[in-house]
């Protein structure tokens, strides 16, 4: 059945549904109130939710939390995020699994509280040190807030890998209707994770690796596991790209936007389209190409300084132009402004 | 008395270290050995090993993994007390051991190891305190003495550049939650075993869920103390001991319970989440001129504009269409003016934000001068004229009055005036009707009490557009 909700309400129920069991946070807006319906609801429900010191403590309890085989999450907004790196790089390099929530506000530094897209670097490309990767999944509604934390555990778990889920502050506060599969999911035992007990006691959860042979072996298994990632976990969404001449390329919100971009232009005859990537990494590259086969032009609206435009060029190879079109601060632009931004250049 | 035969807590070759390997990697003379020992001498004794999980800290203990035939994390420098704060919340039953030195817990990691303690975490700590960085090659701990020098106090430590050292017992003793903290010292054979038993007290506690249990331990350094082991122990005596109060500072009893709330079998979780099992039921789906209504409602923090949004959002999705509500974000949230945008379609949503209303609700001035001029050619706008007293200056708009305050004041709440707003909204447009807003109210309205009258209100609204006919 179908209800109203706000993306940050449905993350927390989508979880609950994808099996979490614990959630460390700490306070920050635009994505507190992903931690106050986990504090109700993962309370009374007999999970676990903890309201850590700071963001550096959630993710070193979201590190001892998946290395105990339970099914884990924070959510934050990006100088949370930006905090927890070091964290996020530990349990990469440990192979941990967990979900992470960045509702992104707009930056540097504290900025303010309105969404923008600043963290893609941040989030797709790693952001702490070494050579890790996290899968992104980038929603742009409530519904697929809630389908995201659903299924974001079973992605952790069959990788060993975080999973971010890469929202803003639109995304969070919106309310939409959302429906909810029935089904709980629930965690396997996990044959490298600690249970306290005889059968893991030999398990032994590290990043660190001494010799410098071992460590380049290490990392080209993660390697290994990215490419894995990247042959079967590429998603996207394509609006009107068969016949289009010009497509556009935005997630989360500015997609949103876009839509109604692209409806309106196409009512004055404009052939034009939308390729929306619903994974960030890994990137969909595939779909990507097939979605510009017709194309004179790309043009990337995104609330950054054309971030994930750099991801699509070196995507479609140079094939046809691309053209950024940003905004920043956490300024939205109306469908007007983008309108007339997209036009200087058709 | 300490056994020397290795307990089964060890490892017999440290394989992990490297193949058929028997010493560890601690220099002569230093402290970590010796505590290890006796930390596996009491796992085995107590029969934990297999419950037992080591959290290795970074500094010299980064290794313990190399000897402990038991399960371990190698934490991030200085977080250990968060990690194992996580994995207590897992496995109730674990016997976790943070494990850290006086860099890892004292400096970098103060954080994470006072809230730990502060929260009564059912934790055994064993802090190593070697007053020195050690792995990192003998750089100013928090804990190095006032004159002491290291690579980085080449001069000695000055109290005026580099502060007082750092006593963490004391510290910790402030606070109400820990059940057990002590300061040991491996300078003597009767300080040995005096760490020996504080070890195993700490280790008892956590098995008997009593909570936070600490043990500070003065160890030696000799290398990095530029010292033979003999006169490093010397050292440690007649320095550390000096200022490192060698006591039990606390044993008491406690009892840490682990979670308020009975686990939720799936069916209970569902009927938490509200999730109910049965499929949409198939509602006729309205046509919308131009496939989207794009509504606008603005006004004061406190009139209800926020929860009239949501309603309408609520009804145009049980009447089978698609709906967004987004609310006015930032400081204005605070006070001042708040707005609410509010898209109803037949089908997929763009955006939903709305620039350009199709409608626009007003209920203020400062509302209506803000928004007027946005309503698109030929949309409408509905003015609160019992707070509003000019008339809207378009004229390729549709305008409609209603002094919905004086209304709300008659129905017995000014509060209501938002829904007597949006219950004329539902007689004008069509796109929502008066019977679906009273069917879903009482399930939007929090408080109870406030259903009936405005119920009232919507029959206010009702009344008045039948007497009023746009
Ligand atoms: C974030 C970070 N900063 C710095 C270091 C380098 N580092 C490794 S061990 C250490 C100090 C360890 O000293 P202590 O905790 O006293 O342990 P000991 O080696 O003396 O046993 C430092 C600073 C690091 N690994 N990570
Ligand atoms: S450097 Fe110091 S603490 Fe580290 S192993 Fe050597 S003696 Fe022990």
Redesign the interface.
Known sequence: MKRLMKGNDAIVHGALLGGATHFFGYPITPASEVAHAAAYYFTKSGRHFLQAESEVSAINMLFGAGAAGARVMTASSSPGIALMSEGISYIAGSQVPCVIVNVQRAGPGLGNIWPEQGDYNMVVKGGGNGCYKCIVLAPNSAQEMADCSYKAFGLADKYRVPVFILSDAYIGQMMEAVSFPTRVKEAKRNDWAIYADGKSRKSWVKSILMNQNQQQEYNILLQNIYKEIEDNEQDSENYHTEDAEIVLSAFGICSRICLTVVRELRKEGIKIGLFRPKTLFPFPNRELNKAVDNAKKMIVVELNNGQMSADIQLGIKNRIPVINCNWYGGYVPTVNEVIEKIKKDI | MIKHQKPEAFYDTFE?KGPGQKTTHYCPGCGHGTVHKLIGEALSDFDI?????FL?PVGCG?FI?YYF????????HG?AP??????K???D???VISYQGDGDLGGIGA??I??AANRGENLTVIFINNAIYGMTGGQMAPTTLLGQKTKTTPFGRDKDIDGMPLRISELLNTMEAPVFIERTTLGTPKGVMNTRKAIRKAIQNQKDKKGFSFVEILAPCPINWKMTPVDARKWLRENLEKFYEVKNFRDKDGEKQS??????E?A???E?????????KQTTRKTIKNGEEKVKIAGFGGQGIMSVG?LL??CA?KKGM??????S??PEMRGGTANASVVIAEE??????V??PDTLITMTIPALNTFEKNVNPGGLIIVNSSLINRKVQRDDVNVYYVPATELANKVGLTATAAVIMLGIYAQIKGIIDTDILKLILPQSLSKAKYVEINLKAIDAAEEYYKNNPL
């Open positions: 992990r090993a297999d419950k037992a999980v290795a980064v993994y035939n038991s399960a371990s994390i190698q934490c991030a977080r968060a990690t194992g704060t996580a994995i919340r897992v496995h039953d674990s016997i954080s994470e006072v809230h979670g308020k709330y009975p686990w939720m799936n209970e979780l569902l938490l989440l509200d999730i109910v099992k049965e499929k949409d949501v959002s609520n999705i698609e709906s967004t509500w987004l609310p974000y930032g997929q949503i763009g955006t939903p934000v620039d350009y």
